[in-house]
């Protein structure tokens, strides 16, 4: 069973996210109070766990939930493809891309790292609901 580790947010780009107790995904728009709330596309990041793991062993320290720039952190997942729906807590999210492009730059790291560029995925809100640490992640293909 996969289920969610953490839920993030920044108001301002550029800044690390913050783990809350809580968030509200809101249809078409993504997590409130998120610096990428109402920006069509790709409203909502996502790292899986297992990923971050494996960076942490490389950079010999941990990082934060939020710290690389995700909004969402779950543990349990395989790897997902474009299209891939994630039911949490209610909410109903819709893998809109894996990574970013390769010609688009990312503006943010921590400590020298950035994983969402290459194991990433963002996410576009299909159906809103409220997402808390230790939801059970469905994913439906």
């Known amino acids: 069973m ?3 580790v953490a839920v993030c947010a920044s108001k301002v780009r ?6 809350l107790p809580e968030g ?13 709330f109402g920006i069509p596309g790709r409203p909502l990041s996502l790292l899986r766990r297992e990923d971050v793991e494996q960076v942490e062993v490389l ?49 943010y790291d921590y400590r020298g790292w950035c994983l969402l560029p290459t194991v990433g995925f963002f996410l576009e809100v299909e159906r809103g609901g409220v ?8 994913l439906k293909r």
């Open 2 to 4: 996969a289920r969610l």
């Open 14 to 19: 550029q800044e690390p996210k913050v783990e």
């Open 24 to 36: 509200t995904c809101v249809e078409g728009k993504g997590l409130e109070g998120d610096s990428h």
């Open 59 to 107: 950079a010999g320290f941990p990082f934060p939930p939020g710290s690389l720039a995700e909004n969402l952190v779950v543990e349990g997942l395989p790897d997902l493809a474009v299209g891939d729906l994630l039911e949490i807590g209610g909410a109903l999210l819709r893998v809109a891309e894996k990574g970013k492009r390769p010609e688009e730059p990312h503006s």
């Open 131 to 138: 997402l808390r640490p230790g939801d059970e992640v469905t």
